[in-house]
């Protein structure tokens, strides 16, 4: 850059040197020529930290040290090696995880002093306070990126009953986070709940992409994405979120009030639901997801969101389950492939591929579903339900609301609702 200033001053000079008289207002105007040309270049030049010592260039001790550090990086490239430190960003940045001596594990783990309580988060109007081991404080004039980063979280210690522990928290800030894992977010039993990431929305309407990434071991939410009355646009593509920690009230990918979500191409395994689509979330997709050994593949407590060409199987209660009182008009699901709840039709246990629940359903907007191996197709159809599906080795194709023909004990147990184990704590 300094050559280029020092080419730039000659040339000006040259030509107010060749100017006629008078020149002051073509003197004037080069050298404003030239000033407008240097605070571009200043604009455009990039400031790169790096954190350890696997590489050449102006290094830090920890991640936060570099981000603290003036002018402010546009990027911070971390060495591997273990971090101990809880990191808050309020300025644009991509933080990235880079290769050296034959390793590529740039892992954020518990401070020495303990984690300590840094976020708060925002739950349908309840301010939670929160552990982050990133918290993205409401960002503007760019995006923060997180890239080749693992972030190993709390274990079994003990949290207070009404904090959360998270391993990425987005607050009204955009971004993408790409190759990231966060794991062993799951605190001591009795305590509060451990989430993988929360995506949460603001006056600046954020865009989020969560993508080939893996998230796991988790006692709450694998991915919680809420608008709190501003909208929030999240992609989730091409993850792996898997909750093998308490089975039955974990929720692996929540979407909430506000959240526009796009979700495909995910691997989506156990817990209690494997998607929930929550109330008052009107828009999105929900799409060629595979969605394994859930009590719940996909829950519906709002129309609107399509649900379409996902790969369910190995569900112990439902394949889909539309909540009580939410009728279908506007949410299309269909071409999605369901195999195997809870266990083979032919030992003639309980499993529903989809449960209707007796709400007003859009026939045209549920078909095309194909539906195997299970108890009963579908249940609890409303009158007048209809459609062009495919089923395979099921006692009931369509057990409608008026029908004894599949027993109480049958039919599929309403589902928890996502944190509510905490939030009537």
Not at 149 to 155: A, R
Not at 385 to 399: A, D, M, R, W
């Amino acid at each position: 850059m300094k050559n280029s200033m020092h080419r730039i001053a000659a040339l000006v000079t040259r030509l107010a040197s060749a100017a006629q008289a008078p020149s002051k207002l073509r003197l004037a105007a080069c050298f404003s020529a030239l000033a407008l040309f240097l605070g571009a270049q200043q604009m455009s030049a990039s400031t790169t930290y790096i954190v350890g010592t696997c590489t050449s260039g102006t290094q830090f001790s920890t991640i936060q040290a570099a981000l603290d550090a003036s002018p402010a990086p546009n990027t911070v490239e971390v060495c591997p090696g273990q971090y101990s430190e809880q990191l808050t960003i309020t300025n644009p940045v991509t933080i990235e995880g880079i290769t050296a001596s034959n390793g590529s594990l740039a892992q954020i783990v518990e401070p020495l002093a303990g984690f300590t309580t840094n976020a708060t988060v925002d739950f349908l109007g309840t301010l939670i306070p929160a552990i982050a081991q990133v918290y993205v404080n409401n960002v503007s004039g760019g995006a923060v990126n997180l890239t080749n980063l693992d972030f190993y979280g709390v274990g079994s210690q003990s949290v207070a009953p009404n904090v959360y522990f998270i391993g990425i928290v987005y607050a009204g800030s955009s971004g993408t986070i790409n190759h990231v894992s966060t794991h062993v977010d799951n605190p001591a039993s009795g305590t509060g709940p451990g989430l993988g990431m929360w995506i949460e929305g603001g006056s600046s309407k954020p865009a989020v992409t969560v993508e080939n990434s893996s998230i796991h071991d988790f006692s709450g939410e694998g991915i919680m994405v809420i608008g709190n009355g501003e909208s929030v646009t999240a992609t989730i593509k091409n993850n792996m979120i898997n909750s093998d920690v308490n089975p039955t009230t974990t929720f692996d990918l929540t979407l909430e009030e506000g959240a526009n979500a796009t979700v495909t191409g995910n691997f989506i395994g156990g817990g209690q639901a494997g998607v929930f689509i929550g109330g008052d979330v009107t828009t999105g997709s929900v799409t060629s997801n595979t969605i394994f050994g859930s009590q719940y593949g996909i829950e519906l407590d709002s129309d609107g969101v399509s649900v379409k060409s996902n790969n369910i199987y190995g569900t112990a209660v439902a394949g889909i389950y539309v909540d009580e009182g939410i009728n279908i008009e506007a949410s299309v699901v269909e071409n999605n492939t369901i195999t195997m709840v809870k266990a083979a039709a032919s030992t003639g246990d309980q499993g529903i591929g989809i449960e209707l629940n007796c709400n007003s359903i859009n026939s045209s907007h549920v078909n095309s579903n194909t539906i195997m191996d299970a108890f009963a197709g579908y249940d609890n159809a409303p009158s007048g339900f209809s459609g062009s599906n495919t089923y395979n080795g099921l006692f009931f194709n369509v057990n409608p609301c008026s029908s004894d023909a599949v027993s109480s004990k049958a039919r599929a147990a309403a589902p928890l609702k996502p944190l509510a184990q905490w939030r009537r704590k």
